[in-house]
């Protein structure tokens, strides 16, 4: 069992950067692959990012490539999103995610997840 606690969400302006951070603790985060997913009101919850279990190898939904970067520190137990050139659309609940199946998207396919940090992007 692994727990996720997320941090670094806040209000920002449009074209603005934050980074996110999900602390992991209880049995070991790098046996996992870590994901980002994110929920703006009225809509499902998407997927955002995820990267390899022992870091490297990153794949991103199209509407954030190029912008977001996923990263990690297993040292640290901690996974980080970077989020550049942030959109009004970007605003959202970005959640952690943590599994086993590699390049997964769909959000079956992480048996953990933290509570949420609030984005919000003003125009």
């Known amino acids: 069992q692994v727990q996720l606690v997320e941090s670094g969400g806040g209000l920002v302006q449009a074209g603005d950067s934050l980074r996110l951070s999900c602390a992991a603790s209880?049995?070991?985060?790098?046996?996992?692959?870590a994901a980002w997913f994110r929920q703006a009101p009225g809509k499902e919850r998407e997927f955002v990012a995820t990267i390899f279990r022992r870091g490297g190898l990153a794949s991103y939904s199209d509407s954030v490539k190029g912008r977001f970067t996923i990263s990690r520190d297993n040292a640290k137990n901690t996974a980080y999103l970077q989020m550049n050139a942030l959109k009004p659309d970007d605003t959202a609940v970005y959640y952690c995610?943590?599994?086993?199946?590699?390049?997964?998207?769909?959000?079956?396919?992480?048996?953990?997840w933290g509570q949420g940090t609030q984005v919000t992007v003003s125009s």
């Open positions: 209880g049995r070991t985060f790098s046996s996992y692959h």
């Open positions: 995610a943590a599994g086993t199946t590699w390049g997964a998207r769909a959000q079956s396919a992480y048996g953990h």
